[in-house]
């Protein structure tokens, strides 16, 4: 194992089974990063989409630092790092509908300063990149934003949603869990989140040159990852829902993350199937 490999792993805190993850995944997306900002003799823009729980932001963050071992100038972006903080949460809440406090679902994200971030890093010149820290439920100020030197050659987007697409109008009559069949029953809140996919997001999402799809094997292994991540906050002291709080929490993204499941595979530029404990299954690694 390479030392810078090595080191990897143990920031993130890694186990050596991610080894695979890494040769079956992380190498073969670098390899494609580099063909893509080759042909295209300019920044090469990649979606990477995965479930909550996935192993994006990691695989995102491994990618980067392979690249920049292969001379090349790339930078990771989590949609995360967009959200909208509090006070304009609180806005939409009480202007559109009361579940649009919750972060996460389309419409609670700054998206022009997306599509600007994303616009800056093809050019030269300084770009400060957003931070949104969760435990404040705020975006960092701007003087401790993380700055770049442009034009980068590959920017990985990574998130549950991105490159996403709206659902069609019909299917969003009959709510598909409890949470929208108590809180959502006259579908104001699901029918935003659908518009400003359709609207608003394709700006950004117009902006990806390729789009790689993490794809779960279902609706309830994503749910077992979160209810995983949350057991892990609390086992290290970090707070962190409880079960019967994650199992409305995901309710929020149960819609979206079916459809992506459902529509996105026959579209991305590569699948990556996953299994239950998120290695990639193998046969679909040169798809």
């Not at 991610?18 to 997306?29: A, G, I, K, M, N």
């Not at 100020?141 to 991105?162: A, M, N, T, Y």
Request: contains cysteine; proline residues 6%.
């Amino acid at each position: 194992m390479d030392d810078w490999l090595a080191r990897f792993l143990a920031q993130e805190r890694l186990p050596e089974g991610f080894l695979r993850t890494f040769e079956d995944v992380v190498w073969p997306l670098a390899d494609r990063a580099c063909d893509w900002r080759s042909d295209f003799g300019r920044t090469a823009v990649v979606g990477l989409c995965g479930a909550q729980g996935s192993g994006k932001t990691t695989i995102a963050a491994a990618t980067v630092n392979l690249l920049a071992k292969r001379g090349l100038k790339a930078v990771a972006l989590s949609l995360d790092d967009f959200y909208l903080g509090r006070e304009a949460r609180a806005w939409l809440a009480g202007k559109v509908h009361r579940l649009l406090q919750v972060r996460g679902p389309p419409g609670t994200h700054d998206v022009a300063l997306a599509c600007s971030i994303l616009d800056h890093l093809r050019q030269a010149g300084e770009t400060p990149l957003p931070e949104f820290d969760k435990a404040t439920d705020e975006r960092v100020s701007k003087g401790q934003w993380r700055i770049v030197e442009g034009p980068v050659d590959v920017i990985i987007l990574e998130g549950w949603c991105v490159g996403a697409r709206p659902e069609p109008p019909e299917r969003l009559r009959r709510p598909i869990n409890p949470l929208e069949q108590r809180d959502d029953p006259t579908g104001a809140w699901r029918g935003y989140v659908n518009r400003q996919l359709g609207e608003a997001y394709q700006a950004l999402f117009g902006r990806l040159d390729r789009l790689v799809l993490l794809e779960a094997p279902s609706w309830d292994v994503v749910r077992g990852w979160r209810t995983e991540q949350e057991a892990k906050l609390r086992g290290r002291g970090g707070g962190g829902m409880t079960d019967a709080e994650i199992g409305r929490f995901v309710q929020h993204y149960e819609r979206l993350t079916r459809w992506i499941l459902e529509e996105m595979p026959s579209r991305a530029d590569w699948v990556v199937k996953l299994n239950p404990d998120r290695t990639p299954v193998p046969m679909t690694l040169e798809s």
